[in-house]
């Protein structure tokens, strides 16, 4: 079985670029699925008459495969878990053995504890079996990390950590199964501790926390691989984020036909800052251009006219003296789409236009100043929202606005339940949700 996607998520080396992950999006590829959610997947394969060790025996495949493509015959530590993790482990030592790799096993806990599949994989692994400590890693070129998947909810201790943190200190190469043992799979946090991975091994569908920071930095090469559930158990498990690409949103981008016209293709409305803060105006009213508007139009204040004509090619630029001017431009029903926020500044008059905005039922984004300058009564905001409106917070702006903790997933569908809006909370793991639950994860960001 080959593996669905492959994302390149290893740190750049020196005075180089991180490459950006890629990723199939075929046959709802894109789709993330929560930790709960990818047991109901093993479950609903069972049930549609995969019988569950050979789910298990294509994971180990896989996880041997990665190894063989990127490696020649080196020594190998393989650390197994008490759980289905360690067996993975144990089958993958059984498959590198019979390769002639020179393999070695660790084992947390007691081997007579193992129960189902884990202790089928355990039953096949002939060789010694040692416990689990730092001195297991002398002499090994290459780590299996099969301690912990995905489901772990306590921080990492005991020999477990101590053990992984001479991983780290070592800088051995580790390939981590399902997570690097330590990584929440939900939410990308580190419990306790967890290992630099230099490539993950995960199956099916990625999680959240293959793709939230920290996780994602810790994963490495991240290969999602194919071990026989069937792809239709996406339709009763109805997963609420993805991956944000092209293929997510490809067949609903509303390209131009023959008979399109510049009015067909929207008229986008930048409010624009005086003299000295014209950069972002100008920068967004270039995007808006590209990425398909008819029309684009910058309102800025009179005296900051000639810096924005002067530097903006297919852009219409139109002067506004008082708040009213604002106003009286959105009466226009062919101006069908504004932006307020970039460089406008934290005034009275940012604040006047966004209401007028959202009183018209334009929609609209609101970004940088737009949000600061409700941040002492961010309910004003909230409740003016009538039409489909994007908030674009970075985390001191989210802040300002919203209460809620946690990861950057359920802070961005919470700011999105609460505001009516879709929130695209900014970062190098951006999260755009909507007010439904519904949420998309860049793994594009610098």
Not at 15 to 29: P, S
Not at 150 to 160: C, E, K, N, S, Y
Not at 194 to 213: M, N
Not at 385 to 410: C, K, M, S
Request: charged share 20%.
């Amino acid at each position: 079985m080959l593996p669905l996607q492959q994302y390149d998520n290893a740190p750049a080396g020196a005075g180089g670029y991180h490459r950006a992950m890629t990723l199939d999006l075929r046959h709802g590829a894109a789709a993330v699925l929560g930790v709960a959610q990818m047991y109901g997947a093993d479950q609903a394969a069972v049930t549609h008459g995969v019988r569950s060790i050979a789910l298990m025996e294509n994971a180990c495949a896989a996880i041997v495969r990665t190894i063989r493509t990127r490696w020649s015959p080196r020594p190998v530590v393989v650390l197994c878990g008490p759980g289905n993790n360690g067996g993975d482990g144990f089958g993958a030592a059984v498959s590198l053995a019979r390769a002639r790799w020179p393999v070695r096993v660790a084992l947390l806990g007691d081997r007579d504890r193992l129960e189902g599949d884990a202790a089928v994989m355990a039953g096949r692994w002939g060789g010694p079996t040692a416990a689990l400590a730092p001195e297991v890693l002398d002499g090994a070129a290459l780590v299996v990390d099969a301690l912990f998947g995905a489901g772990l909810q306590r921080p990492l201790d005991g020999a477990a950590r101590a053990t992984l943190e001479a991983v780290a200190a070592r800088g051995l190469d580790s390939v981590a199964v399902d997570v690097p043992s330590g990584v929440h799979g939900d939410t990308g946090a580190v419990l306790g501790a967890a290992a630099r991975a230099a490539a993950t091994v995960t199956f099916f569908r990625p999680k959240p926390g293959h793709l939230l920071l920290p996780g994602r930095e810790l994963c490495g090469r991240l290969v999602v691989s194919d071990i026989g559930i069937p792809a239709s158990v996406l339709d009763d498990l109805q997963p609420r984020q993805w991956v944000n690409g092209p293929g997510l949103w490809v067949g609903r981008y509303p390209w131009p036909g023959p008979e399109s016209h510049k009015y067909a293709r929207g008229h986008a409305v930048v409010a624009g800052g005086g003299a000295e803060t014209t950069g972002a105006a100008r920068l967004a009213a270039t995007a808006a251009l590209r990425v398909g508007a008819g029309l684009v139009t910058v309102a800025a204040p009179r005296p900051a006219v000639a810096t924005y004509a002067g530097q903006l090619t297919s852009v219409m630029v139109r002067g506004i003296d008082v708040d009213k001017d604002f106003t009286e431009l959105l009466t226009d029903r062919r101006k069908n789409a504004v932006l307020i926020g970039p460089g406008s500044g934290v005034t009275e008059t940012t604040r006047a236009q966004a209401l007028a905005t959202l009183g018209a039922a334009k929609p609209c984004v609101l970004d940088a100043d737009a949000l600061t300058v409700f941040a002492a009564r961010p309910r004003d905001l909230f409740d003016a929202i009538q039409a489909p409106t994007v908030l674009t917070p970075h985390d001191g702006e989210y802040a300002r606005l919203f209460a809620a903790a946690g990861d950057r997933l359920t802070r961005a569908r919470a700011a999105a339940r609460e505001s009516g809006a879709v929130i695209l909370l900014k970062g190098s793991d951006s999260v755009i949700a909507a007010p439904d639950g519904r949420a998309a994860i860049n793994i594009n960001g610098p």
